[in-house]
């Protein structure tokens, strides 16, 4: 048998997924994203070409798409879509959180459960990758009806989940309230106390200490890796960050507790500035306890202005971070950043940057981290929460956080030596993708055709 060169492999691969997932432009998005990476792993590897890694990779193992019906306040009957796509569980049970926002589709699930095959190799915990949610929008919903969602969703989901097959968490829209619902309907249908099935538990009833925090701190644990290696740091420096949600309100934390000022918080209506640098505690007081628009926040503090619509990459500053949403720093925001002088950008949220902004940012030699490498803390934390389910045991917040510290050391170092050994040192992309492949790809060769 001929193999066919690295760089055909590849073309045929994307024609192919793009021939069956027409219509599903951010997973093509994420997908094409790996393979502009992976000639020269290829190269190196015939024997993925020959075991058909790609093919096989491309295609999720399972997906699921069911209909969760509810009732709101009123009493009317009301019906979402509800997802879970089962990626690839090579290195462990499916690991990945679950969405709910009206943009959530198949698509988007793609995509985001794509992404976390490579990102949980990157870890080096011992699980695979596996994304969902529904079109559900929690903003403007009462408690009750959140509950009552929530439980007609795990109604379902029930059935194709489990601490040894597939262990969901939170993402956009998913945060402790909605874990604890879940947790609840999945308890009393299985009769079962099985903690390890979701992750981002309460910390009174089996979460890990740092499991919150963990995706925020973690890419600023990245960001000043990478800036290390060049010598910099955070401290002293100006930091924006988009999002006002899980991410984005720890990001902005540790930023200041390394010493830097993080002067932005945005939501979909818009965004802040506090030139004297965001209080963390009025942040929280605003998005977790009111759910309040950020516009709330500005209100409330003397320092800062809010600024309706507009771009937050318009606000000048050294180091950026994208925690909302995917595609939200395009070509104009990255050519305000470059005109801006900034140093870093950072990616807390799932593919964030579009790639010619990638490219912008890149050729201008600015530092560039994607979030499959600097968003890792928050699933590792969870891998480090279903260990200590699985050993009935609990770590404090001193250990929790050395170790999330130490794992995205691990995961920069995996990241920076992958882009030497390929031949563009630095390039954090091509790191974390080829990285993060050629873990998986061994696995699935080593495990058979399946
Ligand atoms: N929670 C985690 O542990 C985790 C882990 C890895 C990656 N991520 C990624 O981080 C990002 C944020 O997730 P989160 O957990 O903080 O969610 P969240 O629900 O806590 O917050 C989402 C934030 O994004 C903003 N947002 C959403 N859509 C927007 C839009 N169209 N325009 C502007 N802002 C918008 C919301 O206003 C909110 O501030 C997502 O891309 C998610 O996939 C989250």
Not at 24 to 37: G, K, N
Not at 107 to 132: D, M, W, Y
Not at 267 to 284: C, F, H, R, T
Not at 428 to 447: C, I, K, T, W
């Amino acid at each position: 048998m001929t193999l066919p060169t690295p760089e055909a492999h590849l073309r045929d691969v994307s024609r192919v997924v793009g021939q069956r997932s027409a219509g599903e432009p951010e997973f093509l998005q994420a997908v094409r994203e790996v393979l502009e990476s992976l000639a020269p792993v290829l190269a190196e590897h015939p024997e993925f070409v020959e075991g058909g890694i790609l093919e096989r990779l491309v295609e999720p193992e399972r997906q699921l798409i069911f209909r969760v019906p509810w009732t709101d306040d009123e009493g009317l009957v009301r019906v979402n879509r509800g997802y879970r796509v089962q990626f690839n569980s090579a290195l462990g049970p499916y690991k990945g959180g679950l969405r709910f926002h009206p943009s959530v589709n198949l698509s988007v699930i793609k995509f985001l459960g794509f992404e976390q095959i490579f990102k949980n190799a990157l870890t080096s915990q011992r699980i695979g990758g596996g994304k969902g949610g529904s079109d559900f929008d929690p903003s403007g919903r009462s408690d009750a009806e959140v509950m009552r969602f929530c439980q007609s969703f795990m109604t379902e989901l029930v059935h194709h989940i489990g601490e040894h097959t597939d262990i969901p968490a939170g993402d956009i829209g998913v945060g402790a309230r909605e874990i604890g619902y879940l947790f609840g309907q999945y308890r009393r249908i299985t009769q079962r106390y099985e903690a390890g099935v979701l992750t981002g538990k309460g910390v009174g009833w089996g979460g890990a200490e740092v499991r919150t925090e963990a995706t925020g701190y973690g890419a600023v644990f990245f960001a000043e890796e990478m800036l290390l290696r060049v010598g910099e740091g955070i401290e002293g420096r100006r930091a924006i960050v988009s999002g006002s949600g899980n991410v984005a309100t720890y990001a902005i934390e540790k930023i200041q507790q390394l010493g830097g000022t993080a002067v932005t918080a945005s939501d979909s209506g818009g965004y802040i500035v506090d030139e004297a640098g965001i209080d963390v505690e009025l942040l929280k007081q605003v998005k977790e306890v009111e759910r309040a628009r950020i516009s709330r926040y500005a209100e409330l503090r003397p320092s800062a202005r809010f600024v309706a619509g507009g771009s937050v990459w318009d606000v000048p500053a050294e180091l950026a971070f994208p925690c909302a949403t995917q595609n939200e720093l395009g070509e104009a925001g990255a050519r305000a950043l470059i005109a801006n002088g900034v140093r870093a950008v950072v990616e807390g949220a799932n593919m964030p940057t579009t790639p010619a902004a990638v490219e912008l940012l890149q050729d201008a030699g600015v530092l560039f981290a994607p979030g499959k490498a600097a968003n890792a803390g928050g699933v590792a934390t969870s891998a480090l929460e279903m260990s200590q389910n699985a050993a009935r045991s609990r770590w404090d917040r001193d250990k929790s956080e050395t170790r999330l510290h130490d794992i995205m050391r691990e995961v920069h170092g995996a990241t920076y030596a992958a882009s030497e050994r390929y031949g563009r040192p630095g390039d954090y992309v091509l790191g974390a993708n080829s990285a993060g492949f050629v873990r998986v790809a061994q696995a699935m060769l080593e495990q058979g055709v399946i």
